[in-house]
């Protein structure tokens, strides 16, 4: 079943059946707002705690807005300068859809969401629907030009944190690279063993693990292995829940992690971010001959499962 209503001001759809309801909101961007699990009454996305929600324009700072929910990055997440069709073209902070007024519509069981970019020739569909315990989410994104656009696509999904959580990455992480500078894991670059390495004071550091939400600090690190699953997930033992993404690891073959540990406008959350690109820029990914490229009238596709049991 699906419901349209209004959420903190602004249009809303609400997708139910017995186990979740899962709430969207399309012209935030096509924001899930909510991940709620009903038989242990759990929420599992970070809530926006202001009282109405502020629309963004284009190329606008993504830290001034809400930092909450499930966003999705494209043509990439950091900002840059980029040039198509002999134009400079502006790729946004965390990309240009978190930013975008999406239209909706619904087709029997499935919220339809689509938009067409203002920088580069492509369009954005993005398709949910409820199966029993999981919610399905289909992208398509549809070069319409008559030349490869650059880029990557990244869900950028930040679920609440508790100290306790255990953290489940790709399996056979063996080694992540250290992305943002940091107290504890040192330079940008820095390679640590997964899933215990030694901090810059010759500490243990269990990267599958976090701080308290007082610790006042922020992490972003890459898996540098091969990843092999399209499977990520988060263990909360005080509920006994476990939250699963899986994904088409040849749509999203890299693996970032940030968690911000009070340190990011004293939020208290972490994102587990299969992506097409390594990593965050164009610039960097170019330089590490890591991104995607959708040839003319092709389209990059990934289907994700959000699952909670």
């Not at 001001?9 to 096509?30: D, Y």
């Not at 069981?109 to 569909?125: D, G, M, N």
């Not at 869900?155 to 959580?165: A, G, Q, S, T, Y």
Request: one cysteine or more; aromatic letters at 14%; hydrophobic letters at 35%.
């Amino acid at each position: 079943m699906i419901i349209k209503s209004t959420f903190k001001g602004t249009q809303a759809f609400e997708l139910h059946n017995e186990k979740l309801k899962v709430l969207v909101l399309p012209r935030i961007g096509g924001k899930i707002a909510s991940f709620y699990y009903k038989e242990k009454a759990f929420e599992l996305l970070d809530q926006y705690q202001g009282e109405v929600y502020q629309e963004a324009d284009f190329n606008d700072a993504f830290e001034a807005y809400d930092i909450s929910g499930f966003d999705d990055c494209f043509p990439s997440i950091d900002y840059s300068v980029e040039t198509y069709a002999k134009q400079t073209r502006i790729y946004p902070d965390h990309g240009e859809i978190w930013s975008a007024r999406l239209d909706a519509s619904i087709v029997g069981e499935e919220l339809h969401l689509y938009y067409e970019s203002k920088i580069l020739p492509y369009s954005f569909e993005k398709v949910l629907y409820l199966n029993d315990d999981a919610l399905m989410i289909k992208i398509k994104i549809t070069n319409m030009g008559q030349e490869a656009i650059e880029g990557f696509y990244t869900p950028h999904c930040l679920i609440r944190c508790e100290k306790d959580m255990e953290l489940i990455f790709p399996e056979k992480t063996r080694t992540v690279v250290n992305v943002i500078e940091s107290t504890y894991l040192g330079e940008v670059g820095s390679k640590h063993t997964f899933p215990v390495s030694k901090d810059v004071f010759g500490e243990n550091y269990r990267l599958n693990r976090i701080f308290s939400k007082h610790a006042r600090k922020c992490e972003k690190y890459y898996v540098l292995d091969t990843i092999k699953e399209g499977r990520c997930g988060v263990y909360y033992p005080s509920k006994d829940i476990t939250y699963e993404l899986t994904y088409d690891v040849d749509a999203l073959p890299y693996f970032g992690f940030w968690v911000s540990e009070g340190g990011f406008k004293h939020t208290y959350n972490c994102a587990l971010e299969p992506s097409g690109g390594f990593y965050d820029s164009m610039p960097k990914a170019r330089e590490n001959n890591k991104f995607t490229q959708i040839l003319p009238n092709a389209t990059f596709e990934v289907v994700m499962k959000m699952c909670i049991s």
